[in-house]
């Protein structure tokens, strides 16, 4: 029987990746900036390449979010914790990942955010399977 804690810290994550990946669907430009790289071009300014580029990428971030997402609930309505703990201790990967991107090419105080997370993450897949 998994800790209570972490089913529940599992259904909040559950949540958040259905919910931000439907936002990247429906604004792919703030999703990204929430994530914590800025695509959004100033005001006074033509988007570079780079800028429009980066929009498509968004789409594929919002596709893999919203997958992981679902596949928590399924997870979830199906009554298997442990699968639950081994995608989210292996979606830590994905956050330390996150966590060089941020660091190197996104907003300041993002890469804190991520690394965060992903240690709230692991434990919350660990809590799942022990």
Request: proline residues 5%; contains cysteine; charged residues 10%.
């Amino acid at each position: 029987m998994p800790h209570p804690w972490a089913l529940r810290s599992a259904l909040i994550f559950t949540a958040y990746g259905t919910a931000l990946g439907l936002y990247a669907f429906i604004n792919p430009r703030s999703a990204a900036r929430l994530y914590g790289v800025d695509i959004q071009p100033s005001l006074d300014t033509i988007a570079t390449h780079e800028e429009q580029s980066a929009v498509p990428f968004v789409f594929a971030f919002a596709g893999r979010t919203l997958a992981v997402g679902a596949a928590l609930f399924v997870f979830y309505w199906q009554q298997m914790p442990r699968a639950m703990g081994i995608l989210l201790l292996c979606l830590t990967v994905g956050g330390a990942v996150d966590v060089g991107v941020t660091s190197s090419w996104g907003l300041e105080g993002k890469a804190l955010v991520h690394g965060v997370g992903a240690v709230v993450m692991g434990l919350t897949g660990w809590g799942l399977l022990v």
